[in-house]
T-cell receptor, first 116, second 115 residues
Framework: AQKITQTQPGMFVQEKEAVTLDCTYD???????LFWYKQPSSGEMIFLIY??????QNATEGRYSLNFQKARKSANLVISASQLGDSAMYFC?????????????FGIGTKLQVIP | EAQVTQNPRYLITVTGKKLTVTCSQN?????MSWYRQDPGLGLRQIYY???????DKGDVPEGYKVSRKEKRNFPLILESPSPNQTSLYFC??????????????FGAGSRLTVL
């Protein structure tokens, strides 16, 4: 069974500093997708970044990058130059497609607070 | 505008009173799914559907039913709600991409309280 582990319940970062949110995953499948979603206090879920298991380069989207280390089964999110608007819950997720079915598993999330 | 619409957004009900949370998407997505979000537990998948008339259980299906009679709609049914189903519910949809590169588009969430 697939599993996502986020071990940082809460984190603080100074505005304009970089921060890394940890995510490890467990699966025996070779083909999978890894995602990060942001949930601000308003409650909506916002897609940030995607990394495919066969992608050799780390994904980047603006200030977000995904540090993908396949052998260690980690998919950490790096936010550069933090802004006050980055304060939110962040969820790591994995998508598996197997036998014609697709399952998505989320971690428990990390609450990030950006300090002015 | 491409979106997932779920209703109601807020609902307070009593134990045992059947309710349905509707979910509709206008993006022609094959894949639709329901999640519940609880503090300290993250999002847990309840049911998902790969296409019309194709549904399967997620990690926490007990007490819930779903149906997928049309591609755009995926209602979540609580036949006899109990207080432990008090939660924030999200519907989401995506394209069916074999590699797993299926970015989910979420609805705004439905906060359900069962007394």
């Amino acid at each position: 069974a697939q599993k996502i582990t986020q071990t940082q319940p809460g984190m603080f970062v100074q505005e304009k500093e970089a921060v890394t949110l940890d995510c490890t995953y467990d699966t025996s499948d070779q083909s999978y997708g890894l995602f990060w979603y942001k949930q601000p206090s308003s409650g909506e879920m916002i897609f940030l970044i995607y990394q495919g298991s066969y992608d050799e380069q780390n994904a980047t989207e603006g200030r977000y990058s995904l540090n993908f280390q396949k052998a260690r089964k980690s998919a950490n999110l790096v936010i550069s130059a933090s802004q006050l608007g980055d304060s939110a819950m962040y969820f790591c997720a994995m998508s598996l497609v197997s036998g014609g079915y697709q399952k998505v598993t989320f971690g428990i999330g990390t609450k990030l607070q950006v300090i002015p | 505008e491409a979106q997932v619409t779920q209703n109601p957004r807020y609902l307070i009900t009593v134990t045992g009173k059947k309710l349905t949370v509707t979910c509709s998407q206008n993006m022609n997505h094959e894949y639709m799914s329901w999640y519940r979000q609880d503090p300290g537990l993250g999002l847990r998948q309840i049911y998902y559907s790969m296409n019309v008339e194709v549904t399967d259980k997620g990690d926490v299906p007990e007490g819930y039913k779903v149906s997928r009679k049309e591609k755009r709609n995926f209602p979540l049914i609580l036949e006899s709600p109990s207080p432990n189903q008090t939660s924030l519910y999200f519907c989401a949809s995506s394209l069916d991409i074999p590699t797993g590169a299926n970015v989910l588009t979420f609805g705004a969430g439905s906060r359900l309280t069962v007394l």
